[in-house]
């Protein structure tokens, strides 16, 4: 007897917009990602891999075979997949008109988007883009893929966010990214205008992408690669707290301009997509170890869903919320957890990088790691699982799982300790977790790392843009159309 998933198991791929769409020729250059990979004092640094995003797999031109491996080659029944906002709006929205509404604390709490606004979009829009991101989705349905949309995964639009200036000279910048709340109001404009535009075909939304690691990686550590590249402790509260804002105001929106039902998730089922990370003192005898990863926990894994989920905005990170933290108009709702998981990260202390705070530090892995230097640790996808649904109460999906691992030696048995895991939080401890999606379908562009690390489950020759299984093709397919995990 096998272990047998939920009826109406969602499996699928994640991928995002950025890391696969260029490749074959028609290019955005109009996000700060693009700049960022390209600019020559990054790659001067080593802060990102020099690679370029121009020459990635292509999806944009080859999505209808891509979606056919994701459909036949796996048989997947949905996809994971993102719009990049600079492509629909590559030139500023600003100037469209919306009411703004203001908490007693000055943030931004209610935007709404009167239907001639969301006309006047329509003008703006790039049409090509949005023609060629409904002919994706046309095809998503055609193949009986059921998608999960991102609204947010990770580059901004130029218009938005300078990122080179802001790591040359924050002071002075004037386009900054989730630092200004005035992003939040925008970003509210795209999710209306992609809800009302495309609602038809999608019902599932996840409106961010990993909030935590745009502050983090993004405001936290300026070494991380990641735009732009600052270590400000306040900008990375400020841009937490707008990130935890934002998602609120696109659920709603979302809500209200998605009316059409196309799945059993219909019309609109909204989440976020947040990456608990698993955490263990380095030293378990260590006080200070102990309390550096107990921090270190709370910040990457607890801290923003409290916003989001709880209202509870801990400002000044002390772990506790006082009177003034307290911001229930901000609570708008969240559908569903999306769960990225990946790896186990041991901590040590280390010196402190926001005053006062214990600091800490990943210790590098030495075993059972990934290209990326990730250790493999199976057992933490069942306790985050467990962790999320104990304090959050929602329904989950695992947004994100999958190895790096251009040799090909590790990704079977990866997929199938991690799919045994969930298995057990599901039918073990009763957590409702509703579909997995693994990353990724295809090797993609990663970030800072560029081509070097390869995820996917089809490997891309970067040069002739062909698609070849990994072995694991066969270990997911057979998992996939049975439903079930054999013993
Ligand atoms: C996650 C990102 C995704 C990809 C994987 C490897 O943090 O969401 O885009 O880069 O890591």
Redesign the pocket.
């Known amino acids: 007897m096998g272990k047998v998933f939920p009826d109406g198991f969602l499996w699928g791929n994640?991928m995002?917009a950025f890391?696969v769409e260029m490749g074959l020729g028609e290019i955005d250059s109009k996000s700060d990602w693009y700049i960022w990979a390209h600019d020559k004092e990054n790659v001067k640094n080593s802060l990102v891999s020099g690679d370029c995003p121009e020459n990635g797999p292509g999806f944009w031109e080859l999505f209808r075979d891509d979606l056919k491996l994701a459909k036949e080659g796996l048989g997947g029944n949905s996809v994971r997949l993102s719009f990049d906002w600079s492509r629909i709006f590559p030139e500023q929205t600003r100037d469209i008109p919306v009411t703004v509404g203001f908490d007693s604390f000055g943030n931004v709490c209610d935007v709404g988007i009167p239907a001639d606004s969301v006309r006047l979009l329509d003008e703006r829009a790039y049409q090509p883009s949005v023609q060629r991101y409904r002919e994706i989705l046309t095809e998503c349905r055609r193949l009986g893929l059921t998608v999960l949309l991102t609204l947010y995964?990770?580059p901004l639009p130029l218009w938005v966010h300078d990122a080179i200036a802001c790591r040359d000279d924050f002071g002075h910048a004037v386009r900054r990214g989730w630092v200004d709340q005035t992003t939040i109001v925008e970003f509210a404009k795209y999710s209306a205008y992609v809800a009302k535009t495309f609602g038809d075909l999608v019902d599932l939304y996840a409106t961010l992408?990993?909030p935590m690691?745009v502050s983090g990686a993004g405001y936290l550590s300026k070494d991380s690669g990641f735009p732009p590249g600052l270590s400000d402790p306040s900008s990375f509260v400020e841009v937490s707290k707008n990130l935890a804002i934002a998602h609120g105001i696109a659920y709603e929106l979302v809500k209200k301009w998605d009316a059409s039902s196309c799945s059993a998730y219909g019309p609109a089922y909204v989440g976020v997509?947040h990456?608990p990370q698993y955490y263990k003192a380095f030293d378990k005898d260590s006080k200070d170890d102990v309390r550096a990863a107990r921090f270190v926990e709370y910040i990457q894994n607890e801290w923003i869903l409290n916003m989001i989920l709880k209202g509870d905005y801990d400002l000044n990170l002390n772990m506790t919320i006082e009177k003034d933290e307290q911001r229930p108009s901000l609570v708008k709702g969240c559908d569903f957890i999306g769960v990225?998981y990946?790896m186990r990260n041991r901590i040590r202390a280390a010196p402190s990088a926001i005053l006062g705070f214990p600091g800490y530090e990943t210790v590098p892995c030495t075993e059972n790691c990934t290209d990326?230097g990730w250790e493999i640790y199976p057992q933490g996808m069942r306790y985050e699982l467990n962790w999320t649904y104990n304090l959050y109460r929602r329904p989950l999906m695992v947004t994100?799982n999958?190895i790096?691992d251009a040799k090909d030696e590790k990704r079977s048995s990866y997929l199938l300790s991690h799919l045994g895991e969930i298995h057990k939080a599901i039918a073990e401890d009763g957590v409702p977790v509703k579909g997995y999606f693994h990353?990724?379908l295809l090797d993609?562009f990663?970030?800072a790392r560029g081509f070097k690390?390869r995820?996917g489950l089809y490997r891309v020759n970067y040069e002739t843009k062909e698609r070849k299984p990994t072995k694991a093709v066969p270990v997911y397919k057979q998992i996939a159309t049975t439903n079930m995990l054999e013993e």
Request: charged share 15%; no cysteine; glycine share 4%.
């Open positions: 994640a995002a890391q995964h990770w992408n990993e690691v997509v990456n990225n990946y990326m994100e999958g790096a990353w990724s993609n990663e970030w690390m995820f």
